[in-house]
């Protein structure tokens, strides 16, 4: 039986945004990354063969070093697709999934990208009418993004609003983390090596999110009750 099922927009999202997560769930969760082809690299748009084969493994590995069981959804992202995304075909992808989960994790939105605000908007349906709006939903800050928000409180409250409708009875819960599980979060940032070094922004932000929970790091996610 699998606890936990984390939806991940793209490699390397639930390693910034929900590592302590990743880490309580190893041996038993499972993550589904759905926007896994791009052409999107620190270097600029490449070919898309390329770039999708990189860092489809690089999340493969990173997951497996974690052992959390990793599935491709195999749908392009903004930097590569030329059409809208199908909510429809992409449910339906989702669907397929079935267990009994104590948890689902998937991305607060903060960012505004439409690959995360799509899978948020496709996991609250998924949470609901799929799983009966049984199993704990935790929406994760969306980093590197948030730690770019000057104010995330801010945000945060303007996100929870926008699910409200949907979503009753939120609340802000912080993960605390050591230094020893923060050095481990940085280690393996940096493990994907197609995209930009982020580690100087998941510590800062890691600072700001432990301050507010009386330790020295720590991770925020709003959930259901």
Same mark, same amino acid.
Do not use: W
């Given at each position: 039986m699998t606890s936990t099922l984390f939806l991940s927009p793209h490699p390397d999202d639930l390693v910034y945004s929900a590592f302590s997560a990743l880490v309580e769930q190893s041996g038993t969760g499972t993550a589904v990354i759905f926007f896994n082809v791009s052409r999107f690299t620190k270097y600029g748009l490449l070919p898309k063969y390329f770039v999708t084969t990189m860092r489809t493994l690089e999340e493969r590995i990173v997951l497996a070093r974690l052992r959390i069981k990793s599935s491709f959804l195999w749908m392009e992202d903004s930097s590569s697709r030329s059409h809208p995304i199908s909510m429809q075909n992409t449910a339906t992808k989702l669907n397929r999934f079935r267990g009994t989960f104590r948890y689902i994790l998937c991305p607060l939105g903060i960012s505004g990208h439409p690959d995360h605000l799509a899978l948020r908007s496709m996991a609250i349906d998924y949470w609901r009418l799929r799983c009966g709006g049984r199993p704990t939903i935790c929406f994760y800050e969306d980093l590197p993004y948030a730690a770019k928000v000057k104010e995330i409180d801010v945000e945060l /409250?303007?996100?929870? +609003?926008?699910? &409200?409708? &949907?979503?009753? !009875? #939120? &609340?802000?819960?912080? $993960?605390?983390?050591?230094? !020893? =599980? #923060?050095?481990?979060?940085? %280690?393996?940032?940096? #493990?994907? #090596?197609? $995209?930009? !070094? $982020?580690?100087?922004?998941?510590?800062?932000? %890691? =600072?700001?999110?432990?301050?507010?929970?009386? +330790? %020295?790091?720590? /991770? +925020?996610?709003?959930? &259901?009750?």
């Open positions: /409250e303007r996100c929870v +609003r926008e699910l &409200s409708p &949907s979503c009753v !009875d #939120l &609340s802000t819960r912080y $993960q605390p983390m050591s230094i !020893d =599980q #923060l050095k481990k979060k940085i %280690a393996f940032s940096k #493990l994907y #090596l197609t $995209q930009n !070094d $982020q580690s100087e922004l998941l510590k800062k932000h %890691a =600072q700001i999110i432990g301050k507010k929970c009386g +330790r %020295a790091y720590a /991770e +925020r996610y709003v959930c &259901s009750l």
